[in-house]
C-alpha cells in the first residue's frame, strides 16, 4: 500500500507541474521510402560526440563545443554529412540505400551478424576481464560519494506559463532550463544532496559501511511518501551485471554475457585516446522491439577491456509504465594501466502519463560521483557493523561553506536558485492548496499543523452486520521523525447502531536502537478469517469494513475486544526483536447466523459464547535489505523488494483476567522477491503454524477466504470464509509476472504492454479430534485440509496501466457443498 501511495504521489506531480550549449540539433533519419530508420548513429563531425536515433529515428544532440556538421550512419545505408547551425531543429535527413550491402541487408533483415563481428570480439574480452577491474581487485577499499536528485517538470511551453494553474506563481518560470539529453525545457522543482563515505571489503565475505555525513533538502522535504518514492527509483546497479534493475524491472545490459548477444545488435564504430588511453567505440541497438532494453554505445580499452564510458537510453517501446525516457550515462577513471573505477553515473527518466513526444511530465534526475579512493587501509572487522548516527542535525545543517567545497560537481545557475524558489513558493496560498491535495492523495491524510485527519479512504465502508459504515481518525505528526505518535479512530454502523473505536499510541525511547514502547485499545468488528499469522495491531486493516463488492455472505463476523502494550527493539538494522502482552473478548457480531460458541464442561452440556484470553507473545522479524527513508518512530519503506522472516512464539495464560484456555502457538513466516533476470519477477509467501493445547474457534487458524471480487494477496481466491480450519497448516504461495515478455512476442498484443501473471496456492493443515470436540458452534464445518488443498491461475495484468484480471481454478476438494471452483477476479493498482 506504501508504494501505492507513493506512486500516486509522484502521478499527482505530473498534473500539477535556455541552455548554454553551443550547438543544439534534433531530427528524424529517415530512408527514401520516407521510412524512419532506428538506431541510427549520430555524430559530430570532428568529435566523439554523438547519439543513436530512437526507434521512431527521432534524435536530439547537442555539444559546448562549436561544430558545423554531423555525420549520420546506418548498416546497410550511405554514410551521410550534414551542415548545421547553431540552433537546428526538426532537421529530416534521408539516407540512401548502399547498392553494395543490399543483399547483406536483405538476407539480415537489419541484424548484425554474430559471425566474425569484431565488436561481439571484444565483447568477449570484456567479460574474461570483467573482474578485473575497479574496486573488486583489493581486500579493502573507500571513497568518498556525492549524490544530486533533482526532479523538473518538462516540456514547458507558452501554454504552460499562461495556464490559470500558475497564476500567481509566474515567478517560477525565471528558473527554466533546456535538457542536453532531450531537447526540452524544464523547470526544476525539486533538489536533494547528499554526501556520503563509503568503506567495503573483498576478502573473507563481503562487506558494505556507508555513512551520511551531510544532507541538503528542498522542494516536498515534509512528505516522507514522494521523497520514499523518488529514492526508490534510483538504486544502484552495475552495468557488468547481465542484467540492471530499474524500477523493479530487469534490463538486459548491453555488457550482459547471458544475453546480451541474443538481445542486442553490436556495430564497431569508431576508435580514438581518451585520457590518452587507446579505446574502441562499440555501438548497440536492440534486436526486438518492447523489451526492456537499451540503445547506445560505449568505450572499451584496447588492452585491460575495461569500459571507460557508456550512454544507455531504455527502448521507448519497452513494456514499462509511466516512464517515456530512461538515459544513462557512467564514466570510469584511470587509476592505472589496469584499473579503471567509477568516477560519474548519470541517470534522467521522463516520466509522463503518454509516451507521445510533446506528453508533459517529469523529469528524474540523478547524479552521483565518486573520488578520493583508498585502498588496503586495514579496517577491523567490528568498524563494517557500525554505523554513525544519523539522527545528528549537523548531517543536515551544514554551511554553504562547506557545501562549496564537498560538492563535486557545482550546481549550476537554476539548481542554485531552487532553493531560493521554493521558500518564496511555499508562502503562495495557491501553491499551498495544490500541495495539500498532492500530499492527501498521497498519504491518505489532511494536515491540520500538528494532527492529521484521516486515513479519508477508510471513511466509508459496509458489511452485513454494520450496514453502512462511517469511520473517522486521526493522528499526531509533527514532520515525520518524531519519537512518538498517537493514533485513533471512531466509527458507526447505522445496522446495529453501535459505536466502535481504536485508540493507539508508541513512544521511541531510544533513536540509535529504536528501542520503542506502546500500547492501545480498539473495540469493533472483525473478519478474523482472513489471515493466518496473528497479530496484535490495534490499528491494523478490517476487512468487515471492505465489503462493498462482497460476493457471498459476509455475516461472519466477530466483535472484538483488545488491548495490548509491547516494547520493541531494533538493536541490529532490520532486525526487529518484539516482547508483548494482550488481552481480548471475543463475541459473534450476529448470533443469529454465527457464533463462536464453545463446551465449557466435559459432558458438552453447558456452552459459552464468549470468549476472554490473556496472551505474552515474542517475535522476531527479519527484513534484509529493506530501505527506510525518515528516523521518526515510524518510517516509510523505501522498496518491497527485500525478504521478509518472521517467527511468532505466543502463550495464552488462564486465570490471568477470567482468562479461559491455557495454549501455546508457534508461527514462522517467509516472503522472498526473486528476480528472474529477464523472465520477470515471482513472490514466493511460505508459512507454518501450530497450536499446543485445547482451544475453541476463535484462538484456531483459519485458512483465509475471499469472498469478494477483487485479488487479496495472503487470501484463497476460491475459499469461503472458514471453509477449512486448522491447528496446525503448511501454507505456499507463488506468484510469477512474466513482464509482457510473452504478449511481447505476439504482434497484435505487442502495443498493449499487457503482462502475463501465473500462480499456484497451497495449504495443507490438520484439526485435532479434542479441538473439534470443544467446539459448540453450529454453524462452521471444522474441516482441515489434510489432502493439501491447492488452486491455480493465470491472469493479465497492466489493462489500461491500472488493472489486473485473474482467473482461478480449485484444484481440489471440488466436491464440498457450495464450493467455488472458478473466480475471475480483478485488481487495481500502479506499477512499472
Known amino acids: 500500500m506504501r508504494r501505492k501511495n507513493n506512486l500516486i504521489s509522484l502521478l499527482l506531480l505530473f498534473i500539477v507541474s535556455v541552455g548554454f550549449a553551443q550547438v543544439k540539433v534534433s531530427g528524424v533519419v529517415k530512408d527514401e521510402q520516407n521510412e524512419t530508420i532506428p538506431f541510427a548513429n549520430i555524430t559530430f563531425v570532428g568529435s566523439t560526440v554523438g547519439t543513436v536515433s530512437d526507434e521512431n529515428g527521432v534524435f536530439y544532440l547537442e555539444s559546448n563545443r562549436t561544430y558545423t556538421q554531423v555525420e549520420v550512419s546506418f548498416l546497410g545505408f550511405e554514410t551521410k554529412i550534414v551542415p548545421v547551425k547553431r540552433r537546428d531543429f526538426n532537421l529530416i535527413i534521408t539516407l540512401k540505400e548502399a547498392a553494395s550491402q543490399l543483399k547483406e541487408v536483405f538476407i539480415y533483415s537489419g541484424k548484425v551478424k554474430k559471425k566474425g563481428n569484431p565488436a561481439i570480439a571484444i565483447l568477449k574480452k570484456i567479460w574474461a576481464k570483467k573482474r578485473e577491474n575497479g574496486i573488486y581487485l583489493f581486500d579493502q577499499y573507500q571513497y568518498e560519494k556525492y549524490e544530486k536528485l533533482e526532479f523538473d517538470l518538462n516540456n514547458v511551453d507558452s501554454a504552460m506559463k499562461k495556464s490559470r494553474l500558475f497564476k500567481g506563481m509566474e515567478f517560477v518560470f525565471d528558473g527554466i532550463d533546456t535538457s542536453r539529453v532531450t531537447g526540452k525545457a524544464f523547470l526544476p522543482i525539486f533538489i536533494n544532496e547528499s554526501v556520503y563515505k563509503t568503506y567495503g571489503k573483498n576478502k573473507d565475505g563481503k562487506s558494505l559501511r556507508e555513512d551520511l555525513v551531510a544532507n541538503k533538502n528542498s522542494g516536498f522535504e515534509s512528505n516522507q511518501n514522494v521523497i520514499a518514492f523518488i529514492k526508490d527509483l534510483y538504486v544502484d546497479y552495475n552495468i557488468y551485471d547481465s542484467y540492471i534493475k530499474i524500477f523493479d524491472k530487469s534490463f538486459v545490459s548491453p555488457i550482459s554475457k547471458a544475453a546480451g548477444i541474443s538481445t542486442y545488435n553490436y556495430v564497431l564504430r569508431d576508435s580514438a585516446f581518451i585520457d590518452n588511453k587507446w579505446c574502441y567505440n562499440i555501438l548497440y541497438y536492440p534486436r526486438r522491439k518492447n523489451e526492456l532494453t537499451f540503445k547506445g554505445d560505449f568505450w572499451v580499452n584496447d588492452t585491460t577491456f575495461a569500459v571507460k564510458e557508456i550512454n544507455m537510453q531504455a527502448n521507448r517501446s519497452a513494456n514499462i509504465n509511466w516512464v517515456k525516457d530512461i538515459y544513462i550515462e557512467q564514466e570510469f577513471d584511470v587509476l592505472n594501466d589496469s584499473i579503471f573505477l567509477l568516477k560519474r553515473d548519470y541517470m534522467l527518466s521522463d516520466f509522463s502519463f503518454k509516451k507521445k513526444e510533446k506528453a508533459k511530465g517529469m523529469y528524474g534526475r540523478r547524479t552521483t560521483m565518486y573520488k578520493n579512493y583508498k585502498f588496503n587501509e586495514e579496517k577491523d572487522p567490528k568498524f563494517y557493523n557500525k554505523e554513525i548516527n544519523i539522527y545528528d542535525d549537523a548531517i543536515y545543517n551544514k554551511t554553504t561553506e562547506y557545501w562549496s567545497v564537498n560538492r563535486q560537481?557545482?550546481?549550476?545557475?537554476?539548481?542554485?536558485?531552487?532553493?531560493?524558489?521554493?521558500?518564496?513558493?511555499?508562502?503562495?496560498?495557491?501553491?499551498?492548496?495544490?500541495?495539500?491535495?498532492?500530499?492527501?492523495?498521497?498519504?491518505?491524510?489532511?494536515?491540520?499543523?500538528?494532527?492529521?485527519?484521516g486515513p479519508i479512504f477508510s471513511t466509508f465502508g459496509t458489511n452485513d452486520v454494520e450496514g453502512t459504515r462511517i469511520r473517522i481518525g486521526g493522528r499526531t505528526f509533527f514532520g515525520g521523525n518524531e519519537p512518538w505518535r498517537i493514533q485513533a479512530y471512531t466509527a458507526y454502523g447505522f445496522k446495529d447502531n453501535k459505536f466502535k473505536y481504536g485508540v493507539s499510541g508508541k513512544w521511541m525511547l531510544n533513536p540509535k536502537s529504536r528501542f520503542t514502547i506502546g500500547g492501545g485499545n480498539r473495540r469493533d468488528v472483525e473478519q478474523i478469517g482472513v489471515s493466518l499469522t496473528t497479530t496484535?495491531?490495534?490499528?491494523?486493516?478490517?476487512?468487515?469494513?471492505?465489503?462493498?463488492?462482497?460476493?457471498?455472505?459476509?455475516?461472519?463476523?466477530?466483535?472484538?475486544?483488545?488491548?495490548?502494550?509491547?516494547?520493541?527493539?531494533?538493536?541490529?538494522?532490520?532486525?526487529?526483536?518484539?516482547?508483548?502482552?494482550?488481552?481480548?473478548?471475543?463475541?459473534?457480531?450476529?448470533?443469529?447466523?454465527?457464533?463462536?460458541?464453545?463446551?465449557?464442561?466435559?459432558?458438552?452440556?453447558?456452552?459459552?459464547?464468549?470468549?476472554?484470553?490473556?496472551?505474552?507473545?515474542?517475535?522476531?522479524?527479519?527484513?534484509?535489505?529493506?530501505?527506510?527513508?525518515?528516523?521518526?518512530?515510524?518510517?516509510?519503506?523505501?522498496?518491497d523488494t527485500y525478504s521478509t522472516l518472521f517467527l511468532n512464539y505466543s502463550r495464552g495464560i488462564k486465570g490471568i483476567f477470567n482468562s479461559d484456555f491455557d495454549y501455546e502457538k508457534i508461527q514462522f513466516y517467509y516472503r522472498q522477491p526473486i528476480l528472474i533476470g529477464g523472465f520477470g519477477r515471482m513472490f514466493t509467501t511460505f508459512e507454518v503454524g501450530k497450536t499446543f493445547g485445547e482451544v475453541p474457534l476463535g484462538l484456531l487458524s483459519v485458512v483465509p477466504g475471499n469472498q469478494s471480487y477483487f485479488t487479496i494477496e495472503g487470501t484463497y481466491s476460491l475459499l469461503d470464509y472458514y471453509e477449512f480450519v486448522t491447528d496446525t497448516y503448511a501454507s505456499l504461495h507463488l506468484e510469477h509476472s512474466f513482464n509482457g515478455r510473452l504478449f511481447s512476442r505476439i504482434p497484435l498484443l505487442r502495443k498493449l504492454n499487457l503482462r502475463e501473471l501465473v500462480g499456484v496456492k497451497a495449504v495443507w493443515g490438520e484439526l485435532s479430534d479434542k479441538n473439534i470436540a470443544l467446539n459448540a458452534t453450529g454453524n462452521v464445518n471444522f474441516q482441515a485440509p489434510t489432502k493439501g488443498y491447492y488452486e491455480y491461475s493465470v491472469g493479465v495484468g497492466n489493462i489500461f496501466k491500472v488493472f489486473r484480471i485473474d482467473f482461478s481454478w480449485r484444484g481440489n476438494y471440488r466436491d464440498t457443498p457450495n464450493a467455488n471452483n472458478f473466480a475471475i477476479k480483478g485488481a487495481f493498482g500502479f506499477h512499472f
Do not use: C, H
Open 409 to 453: 560537481e557545482k550546481l549550476n545557475e537554476n539548481e542554485q536558485g531552487i532553493y531560493k524558489m521554493l521558500d518564496t513558493l511555499k508562502t503562495v496560498p495557491k501553491f499551498k492548496q495544490i500541495y495539500n491535495l498532492i500530499s492527501i492523495l498521497g498519504s491518505g491524510y489532511i494536515e491540520f499543523n500538528n494532527f492529521d485527519f
Open 536 to 639: 496484535n495491531d490495534i490499528l491494523g486493516r478490517s476487512f468487515a469494513s471492505s465489503s462493498f463488492f462482497a460476493s457471498g455472505d459476509n455475516s461472519k463476523l466477530t466483535s472484538i475486544n483488545l488491548s495490548s502494550v509491547y516494547a520493541s527493539i531494533e538493536p541490529v538494522k532490520n532486525l526487529e526483536f518484539r516482547l508483548g502482552s494482550s488481552y481480548r473478548t471475543l463475541k459473534s457480531a450476529s448470533p443469529e447466523t454465527f457464533n463462536l460458541d464453545y463446551w465449557v464442561d466435559e459432558s458438552q452440556t453447558i456452552k459459552e459464547s464468549e470468549l476472554a484470553q490473556s496472551e505474552i507473545d515474542f517475535s522476531i522479524r527479519y527484513t534484509p535489505n529493506r530501505k527506510t527513508i525518515g528516523y521518526g518512530v515510524e518510517r516509510n519503506e523505501v522498496t
